[in-house]
């Protein structure tokens, strides 16, 4: 072996540290990067999976409160939400036909900060109508949430928490007025109100009757401006907003109770279900005539909207 001389081994050392170097402090950075996302990264849901959970839930059949099919729907929802935490919050409505159990499903992300953004649905089927198994009003928001559940549960965020609110009872058990309808949402809007927690609420986001594959999103005229002006940036921001906002029109529905009491709230509507709402309320109302993509659309504004809520940029929507 030929011995080295003095010199190369002292270059040789000075190459190594410089090599080293950078290479160690690219090595901390990375350890120092958050393996999870932060408020201002997008987030994507999947609405192949989404239309995936339609189809499980109405293979349960009619869904009303207190019905076999309802149970095994609240089954799969602890199932899904098993490694979530998870409130189940029972109470018995007075209804035209009686005193009834219902029981709404709340499942809470954490924040960085004491505010929420409610994102909500209703799970329940109208049980009026014979066969009725809802694919769109009721189930297409039931299975959105659900995915927008394995987003949450993914990526740790900054900014306020997210809870993911499933509400029992929003469907009339006769005729719909103010005191037979929207049992669920008028129970906790009252609950929370005296606990407390509505003042916390910096956002109600409602999805009902999302899933049609003619797509289009009604502009609510009952809707918090601002709020709505929030989810029009975010279907913009996403190039999503030609399914938006086509049509204005007020809408009774499970935000109500919370608009009552202050919270600004917006209900993401297609209340256009076939040519003259035709597939509305009837047999007909089935998994074929939903797309994977309007259920993606709606989750990504959905999730771009709590994305522009925790930076803060609803202020200029606001003005």
Known sequence: MKPVGRGFVIWLMAVAVC???????????????????????????????????????????????????????????????????????????????GEVEMTNFIAKYPGTTNDIIVISSHYDTLPSVKNFVGANDGGSSTALLLELANQLREHKRTGPAVWLVWFDGEEAFKTWTADDSTYGSRHLAAKWQQDGTLKRIKAFILADMIGDADLNVDHDGNSTPWLSDLVYKAASNLSRKSYFYAKDAPVEDDH????????????????????????????????????????????????????????????QSKK
């Open 19 to 97: 090599t080293v170097q950078p290479a160690l402090a690219k090595k901390q950075a990375a350890a120092k990067k958050p393996a999870t996302a932060a408020s201002d990264e997008r987030l994507h849901v999947s609405g192949a999976r989404a239309l995936t959970y339609v189809k499980d839930v109405v293979a349960f059949g009619m869904r009303p409160p207190g019905s076999p099919g309802q149970a095994k729907q609240q089954a799969y929802l602890r199932s899904k939400l098993k490694a979530d935490n998870l409130e189940e919050d029972k109470f018995k409505a007075k209804t035209p036909v």
């Open 256 to 315: 109500i109770p919370f608009a009552k009491a202050g919270v600004p709230v917006v209900d993401l509507i297609d209340f256009t279900y076939g040519y003259n709402n035709v597939f509305w309320h009837t047999p007909e109302d089935t998994p074929d005539k939903l797309s994977a993509n309007s259920l993606q659309i709606v989750g990504d504004v959905i999730l771009e909207t709590v994305r522009l809520l925790s930076t803060g940029q609803e202020t």
